[in-house]
Each structure stands twice: as structure tokens, then as C-alpha cells.
């Protein structure tokens, strides 16, 4: 069965979002819409979108703000689509990393033939390592499986996130300001315990079950994944 592409649309225009939503689903596609920035992260850090429509005007969270965010942890191709025109604004969406921009009034063709450049670009693209491995723990980044001693495991969005950063960081004793920052993408203010949290979760799954722990804590540092028994 062929899986169907998912894509995010973030418009605050009701009904320029419904009209967007009925034609993405025509050329079968999955559309979730929302209507404001806050909701657009929300969504984007629970679900997996293989593209993202992103009018550059909305209340809250700005277009322009949206994608500065989502270009810290993700390569996800981004078409800002909005009513305003002027080179400045082109320049202020591309900057922050937007692949595309479309003006309004536009012609759905139009649009639907740049969302397919960018799906055929971004499947030609490999940015990061497909599969990582370390002793039996293997990842598969592209199928998003991961087995340790062949022993399939079942991890959260976030909990898949934080041990590709770690294993992407082999062998490196990581601060948690350093975790927040590069996987929850938060800049570190005063005491929190959410790292150590997800770390708990993660070696409930990864190590505990099995004959030797990867995931290490270095008192007073941070946390490193690495094979002690090849040291």
C-alpha cells in the first residue's frame, strides 16, 4: 500500500485553507490545517510532514518565526505562501530558510507543481546518515526502526529524536543545555528535570532490557551513549 504524503498547512484565512485543504486531498495528498503559529509547532514536533504551506502573516507565532524554528531541527521542504509581494519579504522567508514562495492570488496548479519539485528534490536528497549503529543498538533513520540485539524497539517522536542526537554525538559527553537546545530546541533557563526525564524513558527501552547499558551518565556533565566494552 502506497503511503500517503503528509503535509502541513498553516493558514489563518478559513477559507483559503479549506479551498487548499479539498485540493491537496484531490492529487492525494494529507492536509492537517491550522490557523496560527503555536499550533503549527505543536503539531509539527507530534507528526511527521513530508512538506509544509506557510503563509508568512498569522497571529502569534509569525511565518518568518515559524520556519527560524523549524530549520533548527529539521530539513522538511517549506513553501511560504502570502499575500505580500515585495522583495523584502521573499528575502526575509528565504533567509530563514524557506525553500519556496508563492504570492497570492495564485493558481492551484501553480502551486501544486511546486510542491512536487520540492518532494522529487527532497527524496533525491540525503542530508544526515540513513542508519546509525553502536554494539546490537541499530537505527534506521529513513524507516524509522530501531532494534537492539534484533529486538525491535518502540519509541516516541521525541525519545527517536534525542537517541539520533546522541548517537549522531558518539563517544561525546553531552550538557543538558545542549540536548535542550540542538533536540527540543529550547534555550536553557534555570533548573528543569526534562532531559533526565527523557533519558529515563530511553534506557528503559534501550539499555535495561538488555546485557549492557550504551547510555551513560557523566556526573556533573551530562550524559554520552558509547560502548564501554570496546573501550
Known sequence: MEEITKILLVEDDVKISRYMSLELAHEGYSPTAVTNGADALEIFDSEDFALILLDLMLPGVSGVEICRRI?????????????????????????????????????????????????????????????????????????????????????????????????????????????????WQWEFAGETNTVDVYIRYLRDKVDKPFDRPLIHTVRGFGYVIRDDENK
Open 71 to 183: 530549520r533548527k531541527k529539521s530539513n522538511v521542504p517549506i513553501i511560504m505562501v502570502t499575500a505580500k509581494d515585495s522583495t523584502s519579504d521573499k528575502v526575509s522567508g528565504l533567509d530563514v530558510g524557506a525553500d519556496d514562495y508563492l504570492a497570492k492570488p495564485f493558481e492551484i496548479e501553480e502551486l501544486l507543481a511546486r510542491i512536487r519539485a520540492l518532494l522529487r528534490r527532497g527524496a533525491a536528497q540525503v542530508t544526515r546518515e540513513s542508519v546509525y549503529s553502536m554494539a546490537d543498538l541499530t537505527m534506521n533513520v529513513s524507516t524509522k526502526m530501531v532494534e537492539r540485539a534484533g529486538t525491535p524497539l518502540s519509541l516516541t517522536k521525541r525519545e527517536f529524536e534525542l537517541l539520533q542526537y546522541l548517537l549522531e554525538n558518539r563517544d561525546i559527553v553531552l550538557s543538558r543545555e545542549s540536548l535542550l537546545q540542538n533536540v
